[in-house]
């Protein structure tokens, strides 16, 4: 009876042992995923506060300055940061000034000739965006860094990011002043 008593015991400390280990698996990839994204929503910031330089995607090898470096999410497991510039793909535009001064020149255009991809990533581990991929896009203008969303318009309140990973989730908070805030 008592070594019946004994392996219960075991078996009991034993699921125990593998459900917290399973739990602690997913909270790491989500918050490795949350760690990533956060960090390139940042990197993207950073260009436009820098004016970073970026090949103008002829094949020339010229560079230029873009007027606005963005991030989004293409769908709920791949993102990129993009570029946008008054003299490539036909804006219209005679400067950046007229550029980012038009609501319409403020985000993803459809791709080339109009905004340009400068580096694409994905979600590992089976983590995925569970938000609207449309509320994820971030423009920022160089180089005041002025923040709009994804129909150009000045970046209001906060948006929300959401992941997911079996019935986990974890956020990133994006607000209008630019923060970027990890949390549960």
Known sequence: MELLIVIAIIGIMTTVGLVSLSSSRTNTKLQAAQREVAS???????????G????????????????????????????????N???????????CTSMNGDFNDRYWKNGPPHSKTLASFQLN????L???VAATEI??????GGIYDN???AYAGSQIFTFSLS???KNITFDSGGSVAESN
């Open 125 to 128: 581990n089976g983590v995925t």
């Open 167 to 169: 019935s986990a989730t």
């Open 85 to 95: 510039n008054w003299t490539t793909g036909g804006w219209g535009k005679t400067d």
């Open 40 to 50: 390139v929503i940042k990197l993207t910031q950073s260009y436009a506060l820098q």
């Open 130 to 132: 569970s938000s609207s």
């Open 52 to 83: 970073k330089v970026a090949d103008d995607g002829t094949g020339s090898g010229n560079m230029i300055t873009p007027c606005g470096y963005g991030f989004r999410f293409k769908d709920s497991g791949s993102y990129e940061i993009f570029y």
């Open 151 to 153: 129909t150009g318009n």
């Open 139 to 144: 423009y920022f203008t160089v180089p005041d």
